[in-house]
């Protein structure tokens, strides 16, 4: 334990995503003395609003006018091209700030742990998202859409609604958007008339917001097809919905009956919602990804009465050219932090990191947003996460409960370690240039894909 002084509170945030600024702000608001440097591997701030919200999503990116106040503030600083476990190290950290917060999210996704997994053919969601984001990790990525007719999809969230949109909305209706050149090359080439939705439990308990799926039936050339008998609701569900259901899962009920009354559809393409089905194996020919094989499950009512999914011991076989997974994303382990390898992220209490699930407090070390308590709720759910996490580092501070931070400012570190930073100032300047970029090629904005061409550029506006 350390005594507290009145000197200035020094903070450090490895991330710089929702929950990164959303903590930023709440210490703000919390003390006039504190100082918050946030650090992010890669050259650009924002996480997944920038990597992981659509490109035809612009309205829910817009958050980030919210994010340039809070790095307004006098005490903010931006490390960008940091990464902490290879740059920086957590005892760095440790030996030059009073608190630490990790808010790095999810970076990962969640396995089918299926066989056939490995098969070609065979994405994940996120790295389809990163990739027609321009996120570097996954600029490198190939989906093979020349090739494919019908997409199987699995999971009815919202991530899975972003796949299926993009897949089957019109080239030129994202060519304005911000959407990565790659990504709208390989989709003006796309042979891709069917996704096939695949959820395990029924339609009253789908996972996507109703504005996503009628956003979908809005697309040209779309029509959203549901079967009679995907539509219907069983009587538990029908008990649970008029008890416990909310108003978006009643109008999702609405919106997918009255989809199966309008029968198959005329148009061109296609996105069909299947409920009650769970894949069980993959096929393949020759390494390739040729069909799904799903078995029917059926709900059953656990102990407080919600439907839960039981396989009904039924099968069939799904033809599919490709299938992306959208059941979740997960956590990644980071150097010199706890990792709970069975839910995926930093084992804590309240916000305060512990050596492993049911350990001890590490003194100091804190969490917000995904990698605190998964990858659940929407953007402003972290804003509210991260009040509470600032909350106990507040109330530990109080107690004296902090790091010594006896150690130099981190920027003569990393100057002796040569790691070429970005400021916010490089950032403010670099997205500028993305804007301008973006107007003269007719889009929103255009991003570089990789980080060696971020930097290159951030380094060239430095003049």
């Known amino acids: 334990m350390h005594e507290v002084n009145n000197d200035t509170w020094r903070v450090a945030v490895v991330g710089s995503g929702p929950s990164a600024f959303y903590t930023a702000e709440a210490l703000f608001k919390a003390a006039p003395n504190v100082q918050v440097d946030l650090f ?30 809070i790095a307004a503030s006098p005490g903010f600083r931006f490390f960008g091209n940091v990464c902490v476990g290879r740059d920086l190290h957590v005892a760095d950290l440790a030996g030059r700030y009073h608190q630490i917060v990790y808010a790095y999210g999810c970076e990962s996704d969640q396995k089918l742990g299926t066989p056939g997994e490995e098969l070609a053919g065979v994405h994940s969601a996120t ?16 989906f093979d859409l020349a090739r494919a007719e019908r997409v199987a999809l699995v999971g009815n969230g919202n991530v899975a609604m972003d796949v299926a949109r993009v897949l089957l909305a019109s ?31 029924g339609p009253a308990q789908a996972a996507f917001s109703p504005k996503e799926i009628e956003e979908i039936a809005e697309l040209r050339d779309v029509d959203v097809v549901v079967s009679a008998a995907d539509a219907r609701l069983d009587p538990l569900s029908a008990e649970w919905l008029a008890r416990d259901g909310a108003r978006s899962q009643q109008r999702n009920v609405k919106f997918l009956q009255d989809r199966a009354a309008l029968g198959p559809g005329t148009r061109p393409k296609q996105l069909v919602c299947r409920f009650l089905v769970a894949p069980t194996e ?6 390739r990804l040729r069909a799904v094989r799903v078995q029917h499950m059926q ?35 980071l150097p010199g932090v706890p990792f709970d390898e069975k839910k995926g992220i930093v084992p804590n209490v309240d916000g305060r990191v512990v050596e492993s699930p049911g350990g001890a407090v590490r003194v100091g070390h ?16 972290n804003s509210l996460d991260a009040k509470a996490t600032v909350e106990g580092m507040l109330a530990d501070r109080s107690a004296g409960r902090t790091l010594p931070a006896k150690g130099g400012d981190v920027t003569e570190l990393l100057a002796s370690r040569h790691i070429d930073a970005v400021s916010w100032h490089d950032w403010q300047r670099l997205d500028a240039w993305e804007q301008e970029q973006g107007r003269s090629r007719g889009k929103l904005r255009h991003k570089l894909p990789s980080i060696e061409q971020l930097m290159q550029v951030v380094r060239e506006l430095r003049g």
């Open 40 to 69: 992010d591997r890669l050259p650009v701030p924002f996480g997944l609003v920038r990597g992981g919200v659509a490109p035809d999503h612009q309205k829910i990116k817009s958050v980030v006018k919210v994010y340039d106040k």
């Open 366 to 381: 804190y969490v917000a947003g995904w990698c605190k308590r998964g990858p659940t709720g929407l953007i402003g759910t």
């Open 171 to 201: 080239p030129d209706e994202l060519a304005a958007t911000d959407i990565a050149d790659h990504a709208l090359a390989t989709l003006r080439h796309s042979r891709v008339r069917e996704v096939v939705l695949l959820g395990r439990r």
């Open 299 to 333: 709900l059953v009512a656990d102990a407080d009465g919600t439907p839960r999914p039981r396989p009904a011991g039924t099968s069939e076989e799904l033809a599919a050219d490709l299938l992306f997974k959208a059941i979740g994303y997960r956590g990644v382990p």
């Open 127 to 142: 790295e389809f998202v990163g990739w027609y984001n321009a996120h570097p990790d996954h600029r490198d990525r190939t």
């Open 282 to 287: 993959l096929l393949g020919d020759a390494g």
